[in-house]
């Protein structure tokens, strides 16, 4: 068999066979060409039979149009579902199937399904979630690939109508100083996107000059600069869309001095040497326990100076203030002390005058010695019939002997008990004995000494 090709005007041998049939290959599309064949036997060969036409090498079909109308349907974090209409001219050959080609965000189209000619729809598998992907779809039929259809996309491969979800490893405690910032950088999970919310103790945070609240897509941060004691407490974080929400909840302490003690700074028993201060812990702390109050006084008498008087041993609130100068007025403050420092201070309203409210107790009966040996005696008396307008703290018993005109301290009571045994007397020596009621004020007169008792 020999071929002659329009263009080139020769006849060139392009296969043998046994049979009366031949298939031609390696022809160029588009080209016209004649064909001719000779017989052979042994004695030689014969002359040729040749074709009577031009033949054109074409295929008797051609490649089919794009397809149509190429939508997403649907999609989650792994796969997509795509539907298209079939092109409107099959190109003269059954369509025997279809090419799905998706595009990543490098803008790279490769192979990503195939379906039978027979199916206009398919799932896309094997996605990669938060990946963002477009997608065209290719009709095959004999003669190839067709043009591409419209291209469908871009999508961000995430699940749908999904709950929030908020990722509480990034909400970590937070302990930081009054003045210094801290913030929160959350993912927030959920489609559609979560409508998200700061609260601080309930309350709702608005974006200030001070505090920066940024919402994207399955995140959202709050930076707080310049913390102060009002940004302490519970930081909340709520996430709600159509399907659900959720919320989740972050401690935050942030240490600074107290706040000043709570008032009123009261003034109790009040007398011409000391008082007694009492008051109420501060209702903020400052995130660090209190370890105790510093008192101070001001002396207005002697020209207003405040001066520090005292500190309690602990959180006590109460405090008992000495050395004051009869008849001077004063002033009182306190202040609360952590590790970070004192407080602003909690003063008194006005000033109060150093002075006794009350006398000196009145003169007690004489007493008795009710037994004795040689060198003690017990002595008991009778109490005063006034006790100043202040309780009786105790007694001073007093002795003289003959030999001395001197009244010297022997002994001392606690209590209103009217007793004493007064101990260290000498042996025959003849003794007085008298006492002294005590109460707030001072001493009273002595009482009537005994009679002497050797």
């Known amino acids: 068999m020999e071929k002659l090709e329009a263009d080139i005007g020769l006849w060139i041998p392009c296969g043998r066979s046994a049979d009366i049939s031949l298939d031609i290959k390696g022809l160029l599309p588009n080209k016209d060409y004649k064909f001719r064949v000779c017989a052979f036997n042994e004695e030689g060969q014969s002359a040729p039979l040749e074709g009577d036409e031009m033949i054109h090498a074409a295929d008797p079909f051609s490649e089919a149009g794009p397809p149509r109308n190429l939508e997403i349907c649907d999609y989650n974090q792994e796969s997509?579902?795509?539907?298209?209409?079939?092109?409107?001219?099959?190109g003269g050959s059954n369509i025997i199937g279809y090419l799905i080609e998706k595009k990543d965000e490098y803008g790279k189209w490769t192979r990503a399904h195939e379906v039978p000619g027979n199916q206009t729809k398919c799932v896309v598998p094997k996605l990669i979630e938060g990946q963002t992907y477009s997608f065209r779809v290719k009709a095959i039929n004999c003669a190839g690939q067709s043009d591409p259809s419209n291209?469908?996309?871009?999508?961000?491969?995430?699940?749908?109508?999904v709950k929030?979800?908020?990722n509480r490893k990034a909400l970590f405690e937070v302990y930081c100083k009054a003045g210094e910032s801290f913030s929160f950088d959350v993912n927030v999970a959920g489609e559609p996107e979560p409508e998200k919310r700061w609260l601080v103790n309930g309350n709702e945070i608005l974006p200030s000059d001070r505090v920066k609240i940024v919402n994207s897509p399955n995140n959202t941060k709050i930076h707080v600069k310049s913390a102060s004691r009002e940004d302490a407490g519970t930081f909340t974080l709520t996430a709600e869309n159509i399907n659900g929400s959720d919320t989740a909840d972050v401690k935050v302490v942030v240490i600074d001095v107290p706040g000043a003690p709570t008032g009123p700074l009261n003034i109790k028993n009040m007398s011409a040497k000391d008082c007694e201060l009492f008051w109420k812990p501060p209702k903020d702390d400052g995130g660090l326990p209190v370890t105790n109050y510093i008192i101070e006084r001001c002396d207005e008498t002697l020209g207003g100076r405040w001066v520090t008087v005292g500190e309690t041993e602990g959180p006590q609130t109460s405090f008992n203030v000495q050395g004051l100068l009869e008849?001077?007025?004063y002033k009182f403050r306190v202040r609360a002390v952590n590790k970070e420092g004192m407080s602003d201070p909690l003063e008194t309203s006005s000033a109060y005058e150093a002075k006794n409210p009350f006398e000196v107790p009145g003169k007690p009966g004489q007493p008795n010695v009710v037994d004795?040996?040689?060198?003690?005696?017990?002595?008991?008396?009778?109490?005063?019939?006034?006790?100043?307008?202040?309780?009786?703290t105790g007694y001073i018993v007093e002795k003289r002997d003959s030999q001395s005109q001197r009244w010297e301290v022997c002994c001392k009571t606690q209590g209103d008990d009217s007793f004493c045994n007064v101990r260290h007397l000498v042996e025959e020596s003849i003794y007085e004995l008298r006492v002294k009621a005590i109460n707030k004020a001072g001493e009273s007169i002595p009482s009537d000494p005994t009679i002497p008792h050797r």
Do not use: M, V, Y
């Open 164 to 166: 929030p979800k908020i």
């Open 327 to 329: 008849n001077h007025k």
């Open 151 to 161: 291209e469908a996309g871009p999508i961000t491969c995430k699940p749908q109508n």
């Open 80 to 90: 997509a579902d795509l539907r298209w209409n079939p092109p409107r001219d099959d």
């Open 372 to 392: 004795f040996d040689l060198d003690w005696a017990l002595l008991e008396w009778d109490k005063p019939e006034f006790d100043g307008g202040s309780p009786i």
